[in-house]
Structures are given as C-alpha cells and as structure tokens.
C-alpha cells in the first residue's frame, strides 16, 4: 500500500439542509460510542429517502454559545420534519478548500490513517489559495466539513472541507 498523494482544490457550496445526528464534542470525546450510538438509533437509514447525495457527511460547527457540535449525516432536501432522534438543520453557503488525497483501493485505507487522518492532519495547517484567507476560527458558524466516498467507480477516498473567505 503506498502513501497516496494530497490533492487540494477550492470549491463552492450553496446553502444547503442537512439531516441526521448531533454530539457536542470536545478533546474527551469518544468517537466510538458517538458512531454506535447513531448506527443504534437507525444511521442513514430515516434519512435516506430525503439524501440529495449518498456520500457520508460529517458537519463540524459552532452552536449559539460557542460550543463545538459534531453533526453526521447527509445532506438533504423536501424534509418537513425530522424523525425523532435527528435534526435538520439549514446551513448558508460558503467557500472551501477540500483536501482528499488519490483515490484508494479500499474504503477502509481511505477513513483510515492514511486517509481520513493524513487529511485532517493537512487540513489544521494548509494554507489558503492566494487572496484567500481561512475561514475556521471560533467566530465561524461551521468550522470543517469532512465528506466520505466510498465504493465511488474510482475507488474510495476522504475529503476535510476547510472554510475559506475572500481576503478583505
């Protein structure tokens, strides 16, 4: 298995919903009980039917007093109300720089270490295309989106989506 290469590129989003599970985190949160307690409750199972994509999504962002909210689910649209359980949420648009690497044979390599982990690792110190700036502080509403592709014809692979703003 060799290291793949990081790839950047800058993108756009527009505002979007988004379903599916809150978990306030911080530095002792436990990954493992927040990802069983999800699959316990159904996954992406309710929120399936509503998916305008079917690739896995994790919204990192800032609740009303500043605390950090892990939200994993998918985005979503023609939802009325939630199942119980879940929250939908409307997020504005914004502007990102994605870090992925090539793609992977396996889906397991690509949320792993040399997946997931080298791009989130890249994603906490990679600088911005010129005449941009990051967009991640504790000022920010969401501070990081992570997109999972798994089994795609190309293979698999982890995105860590880092916000991004036009430099004043």
Same mark, same amino acid.
């Not at 309710?46 to 994509?53: C, M, S």
């Given at each position: 298995?060799?290291?793949?290469?990081?790839?950047?590129?800058?993108?756009?989003?527009?505002?979007?919903?988004?379903?599916?599970? *809150?978990?306030? !985190?911080? +530095?002792?949160?436990?990954?493992?009980?927040? %990802?069983? /307690?999800?699959?316990?409750?159904?996954?992406?199972?309710?929120?399936? @039917?509503? $998916? *305008?994509?079917? #690739? @896995?999504? &994790?919204? %990192?962002?800032?609740? +009303? =007093?500043?605390?950090?909210?892990?939200? &994993?689910?998918?985005?979503?649209?023609?939802?009325?109300?939630?199942?119980?359980?879940?929250?939908?949420?409307?997020?504005?648009?914004?502007?990102?720089?994605?870090?992925? *690497? =090539?793609?992977?044979? *396996?889906?397991?390599?690509?949320?792993?270490?040399?997946?997931?982990?080298?791009?989130?690792?890249?994603?906490?110190?990679?600088? @911005? @295309?010129?005449? %941009? $700036?990051?967009?991640? /502080?504790?000022? #920010?509403?969401?501070?990081?989106? +992570?997109? =999972?592709?798994?089994?795609?014809?190309? /293979?698999?692979?982890? +995105? !860590? %989506?880092?916000?991004?703003?036009?430099?004043?």
């Amino acid at each position: 298995m060799s290291e793949k290469a990081i790839i950047t590129y800058q993108l756009h989003l527009d505002g979007f919903t988004f379903m599916g599970k *809150t978990s306030l !985190v911080d +530095e002792k949160s436990d990954f493992g009980q927040i %990802w069983d /307690g999800f699959f316990k409750m159904g996954g992406y199972r309710p929120i399936r @039917p509503y $998916a *305008t994509e079917r #690739s @896995p999504i &994790q919204v %990192w962002y800032h609740d +009303e =007093e500043g605390r950090d909210v892990y939200f &994993q689910g998918l985005f979503v649209q023609g939802v009325k109300e939630a199942p119980e359980g879940y929250t939908l949420m409307d997020f504005p648009g914004g502007d990102y720089l994605a870090v992925t *690497t =090539e793609w992977m044979e *396996t889906n397991n390599e690509a949320t792993g270490p040399n997946g997931n982990g080298r791009c989130n690792e890249y994603a906490d110190r990679v600088e @911005p @295309p010129e005449g %941009w $700036a990051r967009a991640d /502080g504790p000022e #920010s509403l969401i501070f990081r989106i +992570e997109k =999972e592709y798994a089994g795609a014809p190309q /293979g698999s692979r982890y +995105e !860590v %989506w880092v916000p991004i703003k036009p430099c004043d």
